[in-house]
């Protein structure tokens, strides 16, 4: 067994720069440690034995092959378990296991129809806001993070949990957005500071917490005095019985704790993933051209459906591109190896810490030559057939893949398709390139003003 290191940076300040970097300039950091030392990068911070692996193959080694051992680095976890509890996304094991076996039935194909026909409704909402403002000034100049995350909130509270959040939208998008930040700031942390300490960062904390606390309980406390099976996913949580494990069934804290991982892994990454996907479109009109044309091709004069999606080969191939150039959710992939493992031939002693990072390796001519161009042809055929498996995991891969993979397409799909058959899209004049910044998201660091006009 290879008993060497792969190489990487050592200074004597053994590792506080590097800390550093990744605190305060991640992208860079990462982008840099893959410029100066290639596809395997190895370093310590402090105590800490870190690996970076950047090459495709490798990334399948570490979500794939060693799925069991290399499992979530749990201090990152502990800030999002302070308001998601010991969810789906917190629990590893057996215990991951069964919540995912349980939540699972709410993301099968056949369900997708039915939550498409209420995307729409959403949909169709702000495209009547839209022409609304179009109507009195000739243009309508929307902040698109705003405009996204209230769509994406109301598609989940509508899809999954048949509540119209509509009232609460802006206090809930504040929400997120604070808690956001508080969870990239504390993850860097060495320890959280208890929650009772009274300082301001707490009290922040605290009522953001509150804002989403009282939001996701009301819902599941109306829906047990209602006792109705709405069919969604919060009747599911409800009645869910682990037929094939214990018997048991969910109690009221875990149901809460499931719906408020899906209400907020459900929006903020798909709103993200649309603002950069709309500033792109809004830098290319000859691709939403070529979008508009394929629409026309296979829907007709109406708007897309769901059934429509399957023959949007094009529409499909610019979306699956942004979340190529910006990847979401680029801070999910620290791991922790629980046994010695062998990657890409180094051995990775137990405890060892492994960092993949899909926006390096989205970014690598070798895989997607030209690479920050938004070329969406590089998802059709016969050009597709060259991307290495591994090279593109918006979503990750492997047994903790997300599990809304295909609901945030098929809603980044349709509000795109909808959206782009209706309007022209461009930057407001004035804006400036937006400086990416990661959070819990990789968002724009400032307001993003785009335009929308008639076709
Ligand atoms: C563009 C939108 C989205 C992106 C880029 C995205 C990306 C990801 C990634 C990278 C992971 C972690 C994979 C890993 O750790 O290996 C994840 C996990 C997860 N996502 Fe998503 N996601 C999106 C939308 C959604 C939606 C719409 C939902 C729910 C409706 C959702 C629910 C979840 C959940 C519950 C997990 C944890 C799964 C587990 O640990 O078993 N995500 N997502």
């Known amino acids: 067994m290879a008993t060497t290191f792969p190489p990487g940076p050592s200074d004597w300040t053994f590792g506080v720069s590097l800390a550093r970097g990744l605190k305060y300039r991640l992208i860079e950091t990462y982008e840099n440690l893959h410029r100066d030392y290639g596809d395997r990068v190895y370093c310590r911070i402090g105590p800490i034995r870190l690996y970076f692996f950047f090459h495709p193959d490798d990334v399948r080694e570490v979500l794939v092959t060693h799925s069991k051992t290399i499992i979530r680095d749990p201090r990152p976890l ?10 789906m996304l917190i629990a590893e094991g057996e215990q991951w296991v069964r919540q995912r076996r349980l939540v699972q039935p709410a993301f099968q194909s056949r369900r997708f129809a039915g939550y498409a026909e209420k995307m729409d409704v959403g949909i169709n909402a702000l495209k009547q806001t839209l022409a ?30 048949s509540t119209d959040m509509k009232s609460h939208t802006e206090e809930i998008r504040r929400a997120v957005a604070t808690l956001s930040e508080i969870a990239f700031v504390e993850m860097q942390a ?3 500071w ?30 047990r005095r209602e006792n109705v099976d709405k069919g969604d996913l919060l009747s599911m949580l409800l009645a869910a019985v682990d037929d094939e494990g214990d018997g048991g069934s969910l109690t009221d804290e875990q149901v809460r704790n499931e719906s408020m991982t899906l209400m907020l892994g459900g929006h903020d990454t798909t709103a993200a993933g649309l603002d950069w996907l709309w500033l792109l479109l809004a830098k290319h009109p000859d691709i939403c051209e070529r979008c508009r044309s394929e629409l026309q091709t296979v829907c007709g004069n109406k708007a897309p ?19 190529r150039i910006y990847p979401p959710a680029i801070g999910v992939f620290l791991r922790k190896a629980t046994e010695d493992v062998t990657i890409a031939g180094y051995e990775v002693p137990k405890g060892s810490l492994i960092s993949l990072s899909s926006l390096v390796t989205h970014r690598d001519e ?13 998802f059709l055929p016969p050009r597709v057939d060259s991307i290495p498996h591994g090279a593109w995991f918006p979503f990750g891969t492997g047994p903790r893949v997300c599990i809304g993979q295909s609901f945030a397409m098929t809603e980044m799909m349709l509000i795109a398709g909808n959206l782009l058959r209706s309007f022209r899209v461009s930057l407001v004049p004035g804006q400036p390139e937006p400086v990416p910044v990661v959070t819990a998201a990789l968002r724009p660091r400032d307001s993003l003003w785009l335009r929308f006009e008639p076709v």
């Open 305 to 323: 459906t769901f059934t429509d999606l399957p023959a949007l080969t094009y529409l499909n191939a610019v979306v699956r591109e942004a979340l």
């Open 190 to 192: 060495p320890f959280i």
């Open 194 to 223: 208890p929650l009772w300490l009274p300082t301001q960062w707490n009290r922040r904390k605290k009522k953001a917490m509150r804002v989403m606390d009282e939001v996701v309980w009301e819902m599941v406390r109306q829906r």
């Open 132 to 161: 609304a403002d179009i109507a009195r000034t000739g243009h309508a100049d929307v902040d698109i993070d705003q405009t996204m995350t209230a769509l994406t909130l109301d598609i989940i509270c509508q899809t999954l949990f």
């Open 78 to 87: 502990r800030v999002f378990a302070q308001w998601n509890g010991n969810s």
């Open 366 to 378: 070798r895989w997607f030559p030209d690479p920050h161009r938004f070329d969406p042809d590089r």
